[in-house]
């Protein structure tokens, strides 16, 4: 079945460059995507790749996409304070499956 | 400043109660969903409309029933619920044929 997995937790300093993680099961997948989600909010897109491209660059994200493996990753650099939030990946092949999302702290 | 809104944003209520969700969208979208955001767990698909039309129960329990009387609103209706539905329940909004959805702040549900 489809599936998206994530590591739970990651802590950076500030000025660092994050690293956030995701593995997904549905190669069909059209599009993946990263949303984010701060204390008591809604998920907010933070940004997408199509299933074609390699890497998407975006200000301070990179998005890298390896279809063989199957893997995702969110580069965010010079991290801030502002970024401490729960970061999920998603993949969509005709509805979204989330991951369980990754909670980045940022420690100043 | 998010296009898609939700009243209230929390709720508490009792077992026996019934209660509506609402979710309203401003961005011209089609489909609607409604999520539900548990601690530790992934986010659940509830319900999908596509033009007012349901095209998903996510096999839901009937205490929860949705109604989409036009593409801009979205109500959940609540009724005889149980503690472990308490949780984060998250209205989204998308344009047919494009893959972004876009999600409301959330209503916090607690039921005691």
């Known amino acids: 079945g489809e599936d998206v997995e994530q590591s739970l937790f990651l802590s950076v300093r500030e000025g660092d460059s994050s690293v956030i993680n995701c593995t997904y099961t549905?190669?069909?997948?059209?599009?993946l995507y990263w949303y984010k989600q701060e204390p008591g909010a809604g998920l907010q897109l933070l940004t997408y790749i199509f299933s074609n491209m390699d890497m998407k660059q975006d200000q301070r994200l990179t998005v890298l996409l390896n279809k063989k493996d199957k893997h995702l990753s969110l580069r965010i650099a010079d991290t801030q304070t502002g970024d401490s939030a729960i970061y999920f990946c998603?993949?969509?092949?005709?509805?979204?499956?989330f991951g369980q999302g990754t909670t980045l702290q940022v420690k100043p | 400043e998010t296009g898609v809104t939700q009243t209230p944003r929390h709720l508490v209520m009792g077992m026996t109660n019934k209660k509506s969700l609402k979710c309203e969208q401003h961005?011209?979208?089609?489909?609607m969903y409604w999520y539900k955001q548990s601690a530790k767990k992934p986010l659940e698909l509830m319900f999908v409309y596509n033009f007012k039309e349901q095209t998903e129960n996510n096999s839901v329990p009937s205490r929860f029933s949705p109604e989409c009387p036009n593409s801009s609103h979205l109500f959940l209706h609540l009724h005889t619920l149980q503690p472990e539905d308490s949780a984060l329940y998250l209205c989204a909004s998308r344009r047919i044929r494009t893959y972004e959805q876009y999600f409301g702040p959330g209503t916090r549900l607690t039921v005691t």
């Open positions: 961005l011209g979208h089609n489909a």
């Open positions: 549905d190669s069909s997948s059209t599009y």
């Open positions: 998603a993949e969509s092949a005709g509805k979204l499956i």
